[in-house]
């Protein structure tokens, strides 16, 4: 069974489960936002039921800095939608 873990360099060390490269806000986010069953996201993504539910768990004992994590991805996707230019606002030189 994974433990809950954060490491420097993977996943911008957010709280995961070891072994995984997959964060305890994705686990809630698929459970509680995309209606996932957590046997469905625990069969999809080969881990045991114990995994998901000590990753809810970490999810509610840490509720705020998960928002801060959530918010993160969100300005850091915001960002990197920015910083592309789009072909009509480049400008072409003859």
């Known amino acids: 069974m994974g433990e809950i873990v954060s490491t420097d360099g993977v996943m911008g060390?957010?709280?995961?489960?070891?072994?995984?490269?997959?964060?305890?806000l994705q686990i809630a986010e698929w459970v509680h936002e995309e209606g996932m069953d957590p046997e469905t996201v625990a069969a999809e993504f080969d881990l045991d039921m114990a995994d998901i539910?000590?990753?809810?768990?970490?999810?509610?004992?840490?509720?705020?800095?998960m928002d801060v994590w959530r918010d993160r991805r969100e300005r850091r996707l915001r960002e990197s939608r920015e910083g592309h230019h789009h072909p009509d606002s480049v400008s072409e030189h003859a």
Do not use: D, F, M, W
């Open 53 to 65: 539910h000590r990753a809810l768990a970490y999810y509610y004992e840490h509720i705020e800095s």
């Open 13 to 24: 060390g957010q709280p995961r489960i070891e072994g995984h490269r997959i964060s305890v």
